[in-house]
């Protein structure tokens, strides 16, 4: 089946071109996407400058469509970018300095390949001043556009431009300077002041460098403030939750988990008035349930000495009962036992009590009472029975 499914996408797809075979250990389609890489055969161009000198073959290609030698045009670009950079236009400014980084990238790749300049084009060839004046360029390229993906904040990419001009200039103190201040916005702080540090061993007097490094050691003082903030929120978190679980167990209430809790908002199991005092009253979030009706009601903290009737006496009447079936004294209630029956619930029994049996247990933080008319509730339970013991059977 795989054989002929490949077969089948090898006739969907156009021939290649002549001499341009499968190659050896490549199906015909994976052949079509590596040419693809080709600028020939490209049906899409990148669309971001960093995938665009990725592809020095693309930027040779580009480079055909300019009068002049490389750096006679990749100056042009550069002038056209500080045209745009002056006047804020970053994104624009960052497109010519792409452009001109297109170019020369490719005279790099041109020259590491063993290939001849246009000697049209570029009267003067590889000579040694040429290359040097090109990768003087290309450097101060990468830095002006690193300036342009500060301004856009694109500090990824920033700091990408900035070791870029680094590779070809150690000792470019702007471009410290720039991957320092992209860094600190992101708050790599250790980097950042080890690219702070290189600059002013280079130029011990740069005030922008002093003043970044100043900056940068207020904001490791803020982050460790931050830190020493958010690991005692986490000690109070956890606290809390060993009281919590104390709690429970003294009151030999059982709880579950199912990992798919429901969306109560704030609402959870927890002590009240105070979630860190022991002796603070446990309260659940409560839901009570008119089966027959399919219509519900939350009660947000129900406390463990508290009863129903205190809570039907704000809950009831119902607006939906026009029948007038649903009042204190006119209904039952049940929970769900852990055996997956049903235990009656008083309406004058103190929550508690239900719970400290050991035949119920809190789901997801959350209690569901079955609320029902007591003239209707022995048949509902009698149904309640027959379906969970269909639903054992299947």
Known sequence: MDNLTTQLNEMSLPPLPPGRAPRQGMTLEETVADLKQHPLFMTDLPSSGEEQDENPDLAALQALAYDGSPLENALNFKEQGNDSFRAKRWSDAKEFYSKGILLLVAEEKR????????????PQGDSEGEVAKQRGLLEVLYGNRAACHLELRNYRSCVGDCA?????????????????????????????????????????????????????EK????????????EEREAKVRRREVLLKTALRARGVRTRTTGKPPDMEDAR????????????????????????HMETDFIKAFGEAECLDQHFGYVFPLPWDREGEYAADRVECFVESVAGGL???GRKVALLKVLGTGKVEVVDDLIKIFVVPKGKAEAWVKDYKEKRAGEKRS
């Open 343 to 345: 235990v009656r619930v």
């Open 111 to 122: 020259r590491a390949d063993g290939v001849k300049p246009d000697s049209l084009n570029n």
């Open 269 to 292: 199991v927890m002590l009240s008035p105070d979630p860190d005092e022991p002796t603070s009253t446990l309260v659940f979030p409560v839901l009570l349930l008119y089966p027959l």
């Open 219 to 230: 904001r490791k003082g803020e982050v460790e403030v931050l830190r020493k903030k958010e």
């Open 164 to 216: 870029a001009a680094l590779r070809i200039n150690p000792g470019n103190v702007k471009a410290l300077y720039r991957s320092a201040r992209a860094l600190v916005a992101v708050d790599r702080l250790v980097e950042a002041e080890d690219a702070c540090a290189r600059g002013l061993a280079l130029d011990p007097g740069n005030g922008g460098l002093k003043n970044l490094g100043a900056m940068i």
